[in-house]
């Protein structure tokens, strides 16, 4: 981890979670046009790797412009997530093209619904009318494999959400370093779920590592993240020299973000994410071989990061609900390009607030473990924790909950703090996606 970073996934993500960089087009993470040249050990590297993980039937080729594209076949789409980790662990992001293989014998959709088919004839009672405020919030600053997954504030920013959301009158659910396990956090995910009722308020904060994007079957590049939990590595992990068979690792033991999304398409009176993470090559600093090499040199130098991906939030699921982007407004409150600005809330769908620290390729940045920085807000004090969480809740305050005017200035505040303090070499620029306009924004 950087010295001055919080080096995370959140958005989650995900980066819910969870996430664009002026040097990519979004929503993709290479630039289409340049040429990669694979060598020939990693190809054959990647073919072995497939085979001593089961994947008897994946296959790779070159795809127009070099990249490493998956053919074969497969049983289902986690074998493809397997895949895609197996490829961009070789040889990196930039050059595994993105393109989901066709033949894939079981989709994921097909098994969603069947479960959703299964939990509408057994969920028992209807859910109450009563409004509720309910709101999950994770934080890690440890976690069991310390050799590999650094240490960072994701504690000390849950502690602030949890009491800010408290005085709100939410009934919160936290878990905070060991409690915040795998089991754990799907556990209360899955009770968050069952029990959301139609005019419910939730939230849901999540600060953390990230695991590594892989794409989704949507196409265009869009990926999705992983949250990593306090257990995603362990002693397993702790003694691995084997840059791929980490990331495998740490992929099937961390949560998929796809679990929050499907709290987030509960219907209710508002939902609020927030994923303050981000993924970075810092993990596995220390392994320097071919592959290692390779990617260095198509990144010109620099290590593999990713921001947590908004894209698997903005996928047919989500947009058919309303989802668009919450663009810049200008003084006058009318969005930057926009035709119209929403006036209302369509109460039969969900109102949605998603929200993540970072945008593609980048980090979410805060001092080092244990240090602190000024509080943008005068007479606040020092903070402790990350630039963005830690300046959105102090904005929250000056704007009387309101999240909308809270965000802008916590944006500006985080992006200009994320230039001063890698002196210009590094960038943070939070992304929000919204249905709920300005004056309806307030959490109180």
């Not at 995900?14 to 290479?30: D, N, R």
């Not at 939990?119 to 890690?140: Q, T």
């Not at 000390?156 to 956090?185: C, F, H, M, P, W």
């Not at 495998?248 to 994923?275: E, G, M, N």
Request: charged residues 20%; proline residues 5%; glycine residues 8%.
């Amino acid at each position: 981890m950087m010295n001055l970073t919080l080096a995370r996934v959140a958005v989650v993500c995900g980066s819910l979670l969870l996430t664009a960089c002026a040097a990519s087009s979004l929503p993709g993470f290479q630039n289409a046009y340049h040429t990669y040249n694979v060598p020939q050990p990693l190809f054959d590297r990647i073919k072995v790797k497939f085979r001593e993980h089961g994947l008897e039937r994946a296959d790779i080729s070159r795809d127009a412009t070099g990249r490493i594209q998956l053919t074969g076949s497969y049983r289902n789409e986690d074998e493809v997530d397997q895949a895609f980790t197996i490829v961009q662990s070789i040889v990196g992001m930039k050059s595994t093209s993105p393109f989901y293989p066709q033949n894939i014998k079981e989709k994921r959709w097909e098994v969603a619904a069947g479960k959703a088919l299964e939990s509408y004839v057994h969920n028992g009672p209807p859910r109450s009318d009563l409004p509720v405020k309910r709101a999950l919030v994770v934080g890690l600053n440890h976690f069991a494999d310390p050799y590999h997954l650094k240490e960072i504030q994701g504690r000390d920013d849950a502690i602030v959400v949890q009491g800010y959301l408290k005085r709100a009158g939410y009934s919160v659910t936290t878990l905070l370093d060991e409690r915040a396990t795998k089991a754990n956090i799907e556990a209360a995910l899955t009770d968050l779920d069952r029990n959301i009722g139609p005019n419910d308020d939730v939230f849901i904060y999540i600060s953390s590592h990230g695991a590594p994007p892989v794409p989704t079957s949507g196409g265009q590049d869009y990926r999705k993240m992983s949250i990593v939990a306090y257990d995603s590595g362990d002693k397993n992990t702790m003694q691995m020299n084997d840059e791929t068979e980490f990331y495998l690792y740490i992929q099937k033991h961390s949560v998929p973000d796809t679990l929050v999304q499907s709290v987030a398409r509960r219907p209710s009176r508002s939902t609020r994410v927030l994923i303050d993470t981000c993924y970075s090559g810092d993990m596995l600093d220390d392994i320097q071989d071919e592959s290692s090499t390779y990617i260095l040199q198509t990144n010109g130098g620099e290590k593999e990061r990713a921001g947590i991906s908004l894209a698997s939030w903005t996928t047919p699921d989500f947009t058919s609900k309303g989802i668009h982007f919450a663009a810049d407004r200008t003084d006058k409150g009318v969005a930057s390009g926009a035709t119209k600005t929403p006036t209302a809330v369509d109460r039969s769908r969900n109102g949605y607030t998603i929200i993540t620290a970072t945008s593609v390729n980048e980090e979410s940045l805060g001092p080092p473990a244990g240090s602190t920085f000024v509080s943008p807000i005068a007479g606040q004090g020092q903070l402790k924790g990350s630039f963005f969480t830690q300046s959105l809740f102090a904005y929250l305050d000056r704007n009387n909950g309101q999240l909308g005017p809270a965000f802008r200035d916590a944006r500006a505040f985080t992006s200009s703090k994320a230039v001063e303090v890698t002196k210009g070499k590094g960038h943070q620029t939070p992304r929000q996606y919204s249905t709920i306009p300005d004056e309806q924004s307030a959490i109180n």
